[in-house]
């Protein structure tokens, strides 16, 4: 009898055994994985907590990125700025090879000298009280270059078959050069004093020939001052100075 209970209970307990696993799988099981739910929200919370966390990381990186931006706009703008100084030193030792070569305000460069002639001159001529029966001409430099008067004028009245010869005492020691502005000035003796001269007449119109290099030669274009309305009375005595520098240095020729 003692085995059979013993049995009994054996079996018994086998049963309860799966009567408590049944009702695991039941409502009241389901009550215990509802009850475990708050677990999955805190499981949530934490990993919305953690991702709160990582939001954060985002703002760091942000800021990490604003550091790269600044970074970048400062190898920018250093780049800019280095390549400023090199452009304005460039420009600064271009700038002044360009004035450091000074070449059109030195008149012994020959690039900077020209013949004076007609075209880059105004050239006038007028009688002159004193010294008796002379004539003045005076040419001033037009032009943007310093110009050379070579020699001496030739002088050509109306229709006029001879050329006037130069007093060589008047030959200048160094040839007239004129800077922009400046002028240069030539006396003519038209008639002599004592009447001596032959074939005397009346110029109305007085062409002013250059010379070049050479002389006897073409220094471009000749110029036609204006005379008096009268004209110019004029003889075989005549004859003119060579270029001169200063008015002064023919005053009393």
């Known amino acids: 009898m003692r085995t059979r209970r013993t ?3 054996a079996v018994t307990g086998v049963a309860l055994t799966a009567l408590a696993l049944t009702a695991c799988g039941s409502g009241t099981g389901t009550r215990d994985e509802g009850a475990s739910t708050p677990s999955s929200k805190a499981s949530s919370t934490a990993a919305a907590t953690t991702e709160g966390k990582g939001t954060a990381v985002p703002a760091s990186g942000k800021s990490a990125g604003s550091g790269s931006t600044s970074g970048s706009s400062g190898s920018a703008k250093g780049a800019s700025t280095s390549s400023g100084s090199g452009s304005a030193g460039s420009s600064g030792s271009g700038s002044a090879g360009s004035s450091g070569s000074g070449g059109s305000s030195d008149p012994t460069d020959p690039k900077n000298r020209v013949l004076c002639n007609g075209s880059n001159t105004k050239v006038t001529a007028r009688p002159v009280s004193r010294p008796l029966n002379h004539m003045l001409i005076t040419v ?93 009375y004029y003889d075989s005595s005549l004859k003119v100075t060579y270029w001169q520098q200063n008015q002064d240095d023919i005053a009393g020729w």
């Open 140 to 232: 001033r430099n037009t032009g943007s270059k310093y110009c050379d008067l070579t020699y001496f004028p030739v002088l050509r009245f109306d229709e006029m078959q001879w050329v006037p010869q130069a007093d060589e005492q008047t030959h200048p020691q160094a040839v007239t050069t004129l800077a922009p502005g400046e002028s240069g000035y030539a006396a003519v003796l038209l008639s002599a004093a004592d009447g001596s001269g032959e074939g005397g007449m009346t110029g109305h119109k007085l062409t002013v020939g250059f010379q070049g290099m050479t002389p006897n030669s073409s220094g471009g274009a000749s110029a036609t001052p204006a005379l008096p309305a009268k004209g110019v």
């Open 7 to 9: 049995h009994l209970l």
